[in-house]
């Protein structure tokens, strides 16, 4: 502060005052000034917490405020979209609903139904050449019945749909009131056009709620299912209104009583599936040329050696049967949606093949040639119908090879048999009473189908001619005839899965595949499913569902239709991961919501019996390759029956780690099993190469029995050189009696006559005399029986024996070391034992080995 004088001090002072305040600041100015105090690093610690922790608070809110206005953006076009689209589909409605009126009122519209109708049966005429005539009167009568939505059959193609047949089982319980049946159809075409408008009002609201919606003929779906909700409430009214007049009558107890039972059965019943027909019979009678006949195909020449070797499905459409069943009886009508065949192998390898075919169907057909009566096979499969109760008609087949058959194609039996010469009429009736014989003699009454006046405890035989297609009308005829009849029940639409696995194959671009037949029920893309499996039960997610086109053979090669979902009596491949280790019997299940997978894999493998199951792979034998299980277990099934040991199995093609696998049985000095069998299936160049450097061989055939030819010889050329090998160590078993008037020469060589007491005398064997301490004088060098050289003697024979000496031996002679009261044997060791053992067996008999016993004392061998 500067020095302030007083205000009444003198001028002088205050002069002072001011120089002395001058020199203070200038002395002020001359120090400097102290540095200021240091910030402490808590401080400053604490000081740019707080301003991260502001700034990141900044951060945070901006970025709240940004993503805010992105929501708020997205909100605003999602909204715009939904009503851009919904104002579209209100267009489309309010288009296709004018559509329908105006069609309505021009009397063109037509339901979805009979659109996939009409276009169903052009696809069939493009495809196969039918020439179909739609009945005009039949559609007007189906289109006005009244169909429930759950009675609609499945579309076996994917693209075509199937009329229900809820319409014909609903009249049965109406048909005692006459008339009054065709007033009450009637009044419910009147009362639909009075509720059409109604009918669009529900229509707009049901479309409203349903967000997953195609144009066109869905909206036809749901119209037709309108128009047929009223007609089917007031079909009930009329039914219920007409039952109370009649409960008035005399009879009014009993008629009540049978209209309740009808009428829940009615209410139960929700459609036929199609029935599954199973084709057996002996090899080479026919089976697949018949089929091929039926579906215009040429399968048979297609495979290898014209034999069927796998088990396969065929799907016939019923708008496909009903031409030829028309040429038997015009009258008659196709209730079932269709007919599904399943073709098995008639060669002896594939029982288990006919075994599955014969557990999946509701009836079959037996294929017995005319020629050739009953054979085996023919037997096996009868016997395997009859054990499972299945009805089945027998196809008298190869009729056209009667002398001087005059052939028609696709023709009816009858008008066959009627154009015949007497002559060939009379080879005919000759050929088949024998066949008929045959029948009889095993216990099974059967009669020509036209003929047969009790078809449940008679079976009726249908002549056909798989070359020429006579007598097939007739077949169709009869087995759709009696699945409508003798088979109704039972073939009725469950809501229940039915689905077996019949075989497992491995498909180039897709992987390890199943077949199934899927009987009742429903697959969906998705669904997760159990199966049985070599180790243990297999879960896996079905991806892709496959069926041939209709009138295809599943096993063949072709373009597959792809569903989201299939329902009852198809064939099915199914396509999903982890099928390598399935197992073809089996039966397939889903698993559910409320399912519990370990009870699902208990049920799956409960009761279930396959060759896998009991097949144990070998620490030494062959490799095993086939295309299909059905195929893998035949050969598994062969192997086991001649004793030949399994090292390891697979299906598909063979590649360069399969060889390297068959090459461990050189490493464990089992040489003769260093090779794969292969069963239909490729071997690709890596695999060829890597066979050629580790010695490794790959036997590869079509036709399973040319394989068991290929591996029958290799083991008996592999026994040979075994044989061959061990020839001078193998020493069969013998005992000789010297007979003392043949005593030929007494020194090296010695000759005698002599009797084989015992086992078998063969040259080379080392003969020794037990008496004189198992002195051995020497070896069998040649064997003479009637003056002729023979290479074995056995017991009973007489023969002429030389005996050779090396030079150890020459010293011992006849008459002085030994003479003819001793007998002689053969010298027999461990080691000869066990090379008879181990190369000679099936040349040693009971007796033979009965000696060796006897031997093995003598010479005391442990």
Not at 127 to 139: A, C
Not at 647 to 655: K, L, P
Not at 681 to 706: C, G, L
């Amino acid at each position: 502060e500067p020095n302030e004088a007083p205000a009444d001090a003198p001028a002088g002072d205050v002069e002072a005052a001011a120089e002395k305040d001058e020199k203070d600041k200038k002395s002020k100015k001359g120090k400097k000034e102290p540095p200021p105090k240091k910030e402490s690093a808590i401080v400053k610690a604490a000081r740019e917490r707080r301003e991260a922790a502001l700034k990141l608070e900044e951060e945070k809110r901006a970025f709240e405020e940004e993503q805010k206005r992105i929501a708020d953006e997205e909100e605003r076009k999602r909204k715009e979209e939904e009503d851009r689209i919904e104002a579209e589909k209100q267009a489309k409605r309010d288009a296709r609903l004018a559509k329908i009126a105006k069609q309505k009122e021009e009397g063109t519209y037509k339901t979805k139904k009979e659109k996939e109708r009409a276009k169903r049966a052009e696809e069939l005429r493009k495809m196969f050449g039918f020439n179909v005539e739609d009945n005009k009167e039949d559609e007007e009568g189906e289109g006005n019945e009244d169909k429930p939505e759950k009675s609609e059959k499945p579309a076996p193609t994917g693209k075509i749909s199937k009329k229900s047949m809820m319409p014909k089982k609903k009249k049965q319980p109406v048909k005692k009131f006459g008339d009054d049946e065709e007033n009450e159809e009637a009044a419910v075409e009147e009362k639909a056009k009075e509720e059409v408008k109604v009918d669009e009002i529900k229509l707009e609201e049901k479309v409203e709620e349903k967000k997953e919606e195609e144009e066109g003929p869905d909206w036809e779906e749901i119209a037709e299912k309108e128009e047929l909700e009223p007609e089917e409430e007031k079909g009930k009214e009329v039914a219920k209104t007409d039952g109370k007049e009649n409960s008035d009558d005399e009879d009014s107890d009993s008629d009540n009583s049978d209209n309740s039972s009808s009428s829940s059965d009615s209410s139960d019943f929700v459609g036929y599936r199609s029935p599954i027909i199973v084709i057996m019979g002996h090899v080479d009678t026919g089976k697949t040329k018949l089929l091929d006949k039926i579906r215009r195909t040429n399968v048979q020449e297609g495979e290898a050696g014209g034999i069927t070797q796998q088990i396969g499905a065929t799907f016939f459409p019923d708008i496909a049967l009903n031409e030829q069943t028309k040429k038997v009886d015009p009258e008659f009508d196709i209730e079932v949606p269709g007919m599904m065949v399943i073709d098995t192998p008639g060669h002896e390898s594939f029982n288990n093949l006919r075994m599955r075919g014969s557990s999946l169907c509701d009836m079959a057909i037996v294929v017995i040639d005319v020629m050739h009566g009953l054979e085996p096979q023919t037997v096996e499969s009868l016997d395997m119908l009859k054990k499972r109760r299945c009805p089945f008609i027998i196809a008298l087949n190869k009729i056209d090879v009667c002398y001087q058959w005059s052939s028609k194609t696709y023709t009816p039996i009858r008008e066959s048999l009627d154009r015949q010469e007497q002559f060939v009429r009379d080879e005919f009736q000759q050929r088949f009473d024998n066949v008929k014989l045959q029948l009889n003699e095993r216990g099974l009454n059967v009669a020509l189908y036209w003929e047969n006046e009790d078809p449940r405890s008679t079976v009726s035989i249908v002549p056909t001619s798989a070359l020429t297609g006579e007598g097939v009308p007739d077949l169709l005829y009869q087995l759709i005839l009696r699945s409508q009849t003798n088979l109704a029940s039972k073939i009725e639409i469950k809501e229940d899965l039915e689905c077996t696995v019949i075989e497992v194959k491995n498909i180039e671009g897709l992987g390890t595949t199943i077949d199934v037949v899927l009987v009742n029920g429903s697959l969906h893309e998705g669904d997760q499913i159990v199966i049985a499996g070599l180790g243990a039960p297999i879960v896996t997610t079905i991806r892709a569902l496959l069926t041939p086109q209709p009138m295809k053979e599943m096993r063949v090669k072709n373009e597959y239709m792809h569903h989201a979902k299939i329902s009852t009596s198809m064939g099915v491949k199914i396509c999903a991961p982890g099928l390598d280790d399935a197992v073809a019997g089996s039966p397939l299940l889903i698993v559910g919501p409320n399912d519990d997978v370990e009870e699902l894999k208990d049920d799956v493998t409960e009761g279930f019996d396959s060759v896998l199951n009991e097949f144990e792979k070998q620490p030494e034998g062959v490799y095993v390759k086939a295309s299909t299980l059905g195929s893998l277990e035949a050969l598994i099934n062969f192997l086991q029956e001649m004793k030949i040991p399994v090292f390891d199995v697979g299906i598909g093609e063979v590649h360069k780690k399969d060889v390297k696998r068959a090459s461990i049985m050189r490493e464990k000095k089992r040489p003769e099993f260093a090779l794969i069998l292969c069963f239909d299936v490729k071997v690709n160049s890596e695999a060829i190469n890597q066979a050629k450097t580790d010695d490794v061989q790959i036997m590869t055939a079509d036709i399973i029995y040319h394989l068991f030819d290929k591996f029958k010889a290799h083991m008996e050329k592999h026994m040979e050189s075994l044989k061959t090998e061990n020839k001078k160590v193998a020493v069969f078993p013998v005992v000789l009696q010297i007979d003392k008037q043949y005593i030929f020469h007494r020194g090296d060589p010695f000759i005698f006559g002599c009797n084989v007491v015992g086992g078998q005398l063969r040259i080379g064997t080392p003969i020794c005399v037990p008496d004189k301490e198992n002195l051995v004088i020497g070896h069998v060098g040649s064997i003479q029986k009637d003056k002729k050289d023979v290479q074995i003697a056995r017991r009973g024979d007489t023969v002429c024996v030389k005996i050779e000496q090396n030079t150890a031996q020459k010293h011992i002679g006849f008459g002085r070391h030994f003479d003819h009261t001793n007998n002689l044997v053969s010298h027999i060791t461990r080691e000869s034992i066990d090379t008879l053992k181990g190369h000679f067996k099936d040349e040693m008999q009971k007796s033979d080995w009965e000696l060796v016993i006897s031997l093995k004392k003598l010479f005391d061998i442990q």
